[in-house]
């Protein structure tokens, strides 16, 4: 990852987030915040109204932390600053009670009716889809996009829940003409990635930007001179270290009924539909007459024969 990039998850470089990408990257940071940063983060997303009333002083004393921690958060949040994270509050309050419909917030019960089921999880999708939306660089979307474009070859590798995500990029890549392959198996990741050269591209898919089985064929393909990708939640974590270009996703609040591994798959399937996209756009001549060819041979398992 690049100098700047790193920074920008810093907040010592590029412009402060807009309001409305405030809170998901609140909650996109939240769970690598030391528990007191934590608390502010928790506090300024929670009642950005109320936070932005506060001077510095009353936000440290409202979350039982300092004011040197208050200042930490803000800048990891994007801000230069305290006065600049207030600012950014204002603004996200101001939305708040433009008329939006309230935000349900509580978490699923081993007792809650279907019906509430439903609504619950649906708002959480939809939250995890806009705080990925809000917070994704598309300068990186855009850079990845054309490497993956213009490769070779694409390795993709994830485990659990993100090798299900991965194997969706390779079959629509596969069917826009593009030579991918998803490697869910941890040595056959290893070895195929030693195959990789300059030309090739890797794509590694991790929530946590900690996973071992996917970390070390990443590693792999960098050191052999590929072009690497991650997709994860967490930006600061180690697979930052080998990825050319990294492309962050949001995850909804982890509850004992909702693991992390379910938000974690809708906004990675978001990133990688944006990525396929991006890609049939950018190789549209060759693109469209392939996916043309793979409804095609396709067709006759949808439709009933004619005798």
């Not at 089921?117 to 708002?123: H, I, M």
């Not at 270009?245 to 539909?273: C, F, G, I, K, N």
Request: glycine share 8%; with cysteine.
């Amino acid at each position: 990852m690049t100098n700047d990039l790193k920074e920008s998850f810093s907040g010592s470089a590029g412009a402060p987030p807009a309001p409305a990408a405030l809170a998901a990257k609140v909650r996109t940071l939240a769970p690598s915040m030391t528990r007191s940063m934590q608390r502010v983060a928790e506090a300024v997303a929670g009642d950005p109204a109320g936070c932005a009333a506060l001077t510095v002083t009353g936000l440290a004393e409202l979350t039982g932390t300092s004011e040197a921690t208050v200042v930490r958060t803000a800048r990891l949040l994007g801000y230069p600053g305290y006065r600049d994270l207030r600012l950014a509050l204002a603004g996200l309050a101001a939305q708040q009670q433009s008329g939006r419909a309230p935000a349900v917030t509580a978490d699923i019960a081993v007792d809650d009716p279907i019906a509430d089921v439903v609504a619950k999880l649906a708002y959480d999708e939809q939250q995890t889809l806009a705080d990925t939306a809000a917070a994704l660089d598309t300068v990186q979307l855009g850079a990845a996009v054309g490497v993956l474009a213009a490769a070779r070859r694409i390795d993709i590798y994830g485990v659990g829940a993100s090798s299900l995500v991965g194997q969706d990029l390779a079959q629509k890549l596969l069917r826009i003409g593009l030579i991918a392959h998803a490697h869910t198996d941890p040595h056959l990741a290893v070895t195929n990635a030693v195959q990789l050269r300059s030309g090739d591209a890797a794509v590694a898919i991790t929530h946590s930007g900690s996973t071992g089985d996917v970390i070390e064929p990443l590693r792999v393909a960098f050191d052999r001179g590929a072009t690497t990708i991650a997709i994860t939640g967490r930006p600061d974590g180690p697979i930052s270290q080998y990825a050319d270009h990294l492309l962050t996703t949001s995850t909804a609040r982890e509850s004992e009924l909702r693991p992390a591994a379910m938000s974690s798959r809708t906004s990675q399937l978001l990133v990688v539909d944006c990525l396929f996209i991006g890609i049939a756009q950018r190789t549209y001549e060759t693109a469209a007459p392939a996916l043309s060819a793979s409804y095609e041979a396709l067709a006759h398992r949808h439709n009933p024969r004619t005798r």
